[in-house]
């Protein structure tokens, strides 16, 4: 071997070795140091990263999440691509690639126009009384295309065992009911879009401008009467305001002009006795609306019940127009591509087929021990909190701690698979798939009626980066796409993994004691486990962070709602103090010294460091002004910030002071779990 062939040999090993040299997961590039960790960690940890990650064009937020959502899409179009192309394979295979196809299909899909929904306005035509209306009303459902109210098949909260329908409110477009009654110069520039958008999608039907102007002005009045009718957001927090059980003659004793029985019937739910209804009041008020308002206006309103519903799926000029009304409700700049939009619905409609592609081809089986490790850890350490409580007396301690050890794990994917039996997949039919599969879907909802509670089912997919708690199952459950970093990553350290997701595991069991989930027992039952005493020293300590968060401002005049975000904010108190307990007892966390330090960073730093990167996030303002009045989740800067203020471990890993912005005197440091 010439010394030219050594040189480059070993060239070669170093460059091998460079690239394969391990991540920095804790990486001091991402952080601006120039900032005290005391007055702003978030900053601290997250700024250079943010200065350098621009919203882009066809997202309204950029962040930890979005990565891994971005991740999770590229995987779903690769999963769909090879699927279109290998229909010998199998059902599943043909199902889910003849769906991507259509969806796909643009010059199809063009040439259709709106002819996918003509079919359903002829039938809107025809109605012409109150009970023509409901009906209609009944048979849209079944098509799942609900309107007016919601309707679903749930689990009984005071008696988990069975399955109810259930009546809640609904009816609006707008994402929240201070859209049409708030006067801020917010508020009436999006009421104003909504009115123009709602003219041009009636234009786009063939309605004359001046008649698509009326509808749109008959849309608004009917859509902002049902909104005075709907309960605030926070009071929906509260599961014994909206827990209203009572019989179908009872409901109908209440709402004479409707006939629940019959509709009842007509959803394909005969001989139910017994109902849930959200919200009584709301019910009354649509009662009267319905008799008040001429069928004239309520033709007008389905008709645009059916356009909405549909738009997404019709030709460019529905989807385009559909997106205006986007950008000034978030601010997003470009559509978000074709076939993100159309994987991501796949992923919802038929997620069990998708799903068995993602986890075959991106789980790994190891990765489900390591998180069933990680969580049994973390169920350590919320028992040793719960015992150590002082403001809890030993009886509801016990009932706490049955509870917390009856929490199930749903880790991955399901233990069975739906098969969506009964649903078409054609591959020149976009919109027919869509109703297809949620047909199916409904149909699916209904026949839970008679049957055993299933809890085995999930409320989300396995491409899905979230995580979840269930009161009604008491169970957590986390997704295969959520199990990677920066929440998770096998080659990082402890202090990494449990400061990303091992506080997101101790924040979903948290959820089970938070100010809602608190007020179910270890079944699930919507059910008083709590002394009074107990209940008002909890109420009194979450009350102060509920009043801590009320103090934060986003966006000029606007205020984090300390009320919506509460369970959630208690949530992350709860969670990263018991992750960090439960760091404490790995070898990384007991170590100390010059050798345990990573990158200049202890490991108790890392661990604060790694559940601040979790949460960096750029947003656009638009997007921000909404999340504050819909979202439970409080903003991402004080996700990191307001929990930290309160971890006396935090204090000491970076040195905060009295005069640091962040800083509470120890008394005044709020613990709850």
């Given at each position: 071997?010439?010394?030219?062939?050594?040189?480059?040999?070993?060239?070669?090993?170093?460059?091998?070795?460079?690239?394969?040299?391990?991540?920095?997961?804790?990486?001091?590039?991402?952080?601006?140091?120039?900032?005290?960790?005391?007055?702003?960690?978030?900053?601290?940890?997250?700024?250079?990263?943010?200065?350098?990650?621009?919203?882009?064009?066809?997202?309204?937020s950029w962040g930890s999440f979005n990565e891994l959502r971005e991740k999770s899409l590229d995987a779903m179009k690769s999963l769909l691509e090879d699927a279109t192309k290998t229909?010998?394979?199998?059902?599943?295979?043909?199902?889910?690639?003849?769906?991507?196809?259509?969806?796909?299909?643009?010059?199809?899909?063009?040439?259709?126009?709106?002819?996918?929904?003509?079919?359903?306005?002829?039938?809107?035509?025809?109605?012409?009384?109150?009970?023509?209306?409901?009906?209609?009303?009944?048979?849209?459902?079944?098509?799942?295309?609900?309107?007016?109210?919601?309707?679903?098949?749930?689990?009984?909260?005071?008696?988990?065992?069975?399955?109810?329908?259930?009546?809640?409110?609904?009816?609006?477009?707008?994402?929240?009911?201070?859209?049409?009654?708030?006067?801020?110069?917010?508020?009436?520039?999006?009421?104003?879009?909504?009115?123009?958008?709602?003219?041009?999608?009636?234009?786009?039907?063939?309605?004359?401008?001046?008649?698509?102007?009326?509808?749109?002005?008959?849309?608004?009045?009917?859509?902002?009467?049902?909104?005075?009718?709907?309960?605030?957001?926070?009071?929906?927090?509260?599961?014994?305001?909206?827990?209203?059980?009572?019989?179908?003659?009872?409901?109908?004793?209440?709402?004479?002009?409707?006939?629940?029985?019959?509709?009842?019937?007509?959803?394909?739910?005969?001989?139910?006795?017994?109902?849930?209804?959200?919200?009584?009041?709301?019910?009354?008020?649509?009662?009267?609306?319905?008799?008040?308002?001429?069928?004239?206006?309520?033709?007008?309103?389905?008709?645009?019940?059916?356009?909405?519903?549909?738009?997404?799926?019709?030709?460019?000029?529905?989807?385009?127009?559909?997106?205006?009304?986007?950008?000034?409700?978030?601010?997003?700049?470009?559509?978000?591509?074709?076939?993100?939009?159309?994987?991501?619905?796949?992923?919802?409609?038929?997620?069990?087929?998708?799903?068995?592609?993602?986890?075959?081809?991106?789980?790994?089986?190891?990765?489900?021990?390591?998180?069933?490790?990680?969580?049994?850890?973390?169920?350590?350490?919320?028992?040793?909190?719960?015992?150590?409580?002082?403001?809890?007396?030993?009886?509801?301690?016990?009932?706490?701690?049955?509870?917390?050890?009856?929490?199930?794990?749903?880790?991955?994917?399901?233990?069975?698979?739906?098969?969506?039996?009964?649903?078409?997949?054609?591959?020149?039919?976009?919109?027919?798939?869509?109703?297809?599969?949620?047909?199916?879907?409904?149909?699916?909802?209904?026949?839970?009626?008679?049957?055993?509670?299933?809890?085995?089912?999930?409320?989300?997919?396995?491409?899905?980066?979230?995580?979840?708690?269930?009161?009604?199952?008491?169970?957590?459950?986390?997704?295969?796409?959520?199990?990677?970093?920066?929440?998770?990553?096998?080659?990082?350290?402890?202090?990494?993994?449990?400061?990303?997701?091992?506080?997101?595991?101790?924040?979903?069991?948290?959820?089970?004691?938070?100010?809602?989930?608190?007020?179910?027992?270890?079944?699930?039952?919507?059910?008083?486990?709590?002394?009074?005493?107990?209940?008002?020293?909890?109420?009194?300590?979450?009350?102060?962070?509920?009043?801590?968060?009320?103090?934060?401002?986003?966006?000029?005049?606007?205020?984090?709602?300390?009320?919506?975000?509460?369970?959630?904010?208690?949530?992350?108190?709860?969670?990263?103090?018991?992750?960090?307990?439960?760091?404490?007892?790995?070898?990384?966390?007991?170590?100390?010294?010059?050798?345990?330090?990573?990158?200049?960073?202890?490991?108790?730093?890392?661990?604060?460091?790694?559940?601040?990167?979790?949460?960096?996030?750029?947003?656009?303002?638009?997007?921000?002004?909404?999340?504050?009045?819909?979202?439970?989740?409080?903003?991402?800067?004080?996700?990191?910030?307001?929990?930290?203020?309160?971890?006396?471990?935090?204090?000491?890993?970076?040195?905060?002071?009295?005069?640091?912005?962040?800083?509470?005197?120890?008394?005044?440091?709020?613990?709850?779990?």
């Amino acid at each position: 071997m010439t010394k030219r062939v050594v040189f480059l040999f070993a060239v070669a090993i170093a460059i091998g070795f460079l690239a394969a040299s391990p991540p920095k997961f804790i990486d001091p590039q991402n952080m601006d140091l120039s900032v005290k960790p005391g007055d702003n960690f978030y900053q601290y940890a997250n700024g250079n990263w943010l200065r350098k990650n621009a919203v882009p064009a066809s997202k309204t937020s950029w962040g930890s999440f979005n990565e891994l959502r971005e991740k999770s899409l590229d995987a779903m179009k690769s999963l769909l691509e090879d699927a279109t192309k290998t229909a010998t394979k199998g059902r599943l295979y043909q199902m889910v690639g003849d769906y991507y196809m259509s969806g796909m299909d643009s010059i199809t899909i063009e040439k259709r126009g709106f002819d996918p929904i003509k079919a359903d306005l002829a039938r809107v035509d025809k109605v012409n009384n109150k009970a023509t209306f409901f009906d209609e009303l009944a048979y849209q459902r079944t098509q799942s295309n609900g309107m007016l109210f919601g309707f679903g098949v749930v689990t009984d909260r005071k008696n988990v065992n069975k399955y109810l329908p259930q009546f809640s409110q609904g009816g609006t477009t707008l994402p929240d009911r201070d859209y049409y009654l708030k006067n801020d110069a917010r508020s009436q520039k999006i009421r104003n879009a909504y009115l123009d958008n709602l003219t041009q999608l009636f234009t786009l039907i063939g309605e004359e401008p001046t008649q698509a102007s009326q509808d749109a002005e008959i849309i608004m009045r009917v859509e902002t009467a049902l909104a005075k009718a709907q309960m605030p957001r926070v009071d929906m927090r509260d599961p014994y305001k909206t827990y209203n059980k009572m019989t179908v003659a009872s409901f109908r004793q209440q709402t004479p002009g409707i006939n629940w029985s019959d509709q009842l019937t007509k959803y394909g739910a005969k001989g139910q006795d017994t109902v849930l209804v959200q919200s009584p009041a709301f019910f009354r008020s649509l009662d009267s609306l319905v008799s008040i308002t001429p069928i004239e206006d309520w033709r007008t309103y389905m008709r645009w019940n059916i356009i909405k519903g549909a738009a997404p799926y019709l030709s460019d000029a529905f989807v385009k127009q559909n997106f205006a009304f986007s950008k000034v409700l978030s601010g997003q700049k470009e559509q978000t591509p074709r076939w993100q939009r159309v994987s991501m619905l796949i992923d919802g409609t038929l997620s069990d087929l998708l799903g068995q592609l993602y986890v075959e081809k991106y789980f790994k089986p190891e990765a489900k021990q390591r998180m069933l490790a990680l969580v049994n850890n973390l169920e350590a350490s919320f028992q040793e909190h719960i015992k150590n409580l002082d403001w809890m007396s030993e009886g509801t301690k016990k009932k706490a701690l049955a509870k917390l050890l009856a929490f199930k794990r749903k880790i991955g994917y399901p233990d069975k698979w739906k098969s969506y039996e009964g649903v078409t997949i054609d591959r020149n039919d976009f919109y027919g798939n869509v109703k297809s599969a949620s047909k199916w879907s409904y149909n699916q909802m209904i026949s839970r009626l008679g049957k055993p509670v299933d809890r085995t089912e999930w409320g989300m997919t396995p491409p899905t980066v979230n995580a979840q708690y269930s009161p009604v199952n008491n169970d957590i459950s986390f997704p295969a796409a959520i199990l990677q970093f920066p929440f998770f990553d096998f080659n990082a350290d402890d202090a990494v993994n449990y400061g990303g997701i091992g506080a997101v595991i101790g924040h979903e069991m948290t959820h089970g004691f938070d100010d809602s989930g608190r007020q179910y027992d270890a079944d699930g039952t919507l059910r008083d486990w709590w002394t009074k005493d107990d209940a008002t020293k909890f109420k009194e300590r979450a009350d102060k962070v509920r009043d801590q968060f009320f103090g934060f401002k986003v966006l000029d005049s606007i205020k984090v709602n300390g009320q919506l975000t509460l369970g959630e904010n208690l949530a992350d108190l709860g969670g990263l103090a018991i992750a960090y307990d439960a760091f404490k007892k790995t070898p990384q966390g007991k170590s100390s010294g010059k050798k345990s330090l990573i990158d200049g960073f202890t490991p108790d730093q890392r661990f604060f460091l790694s559940w601040a990167q979790v949460w960096r996030s750029n947003q656009l303002p638009e997007s921000t002004a909404q999340r504050i009045l819909t979202d439970p989740h409080a903003p991402d800067i004080y996700r990191v910030n307001g929990p930290l203020s309160n971890i006396d471990a935090w204090y000491q890993a970076f040195n905060i002071q009295a005069g640091d912005k962040l800083f509470k005197p120890k008394d005044q440091r709020i613990r709850v779990w």
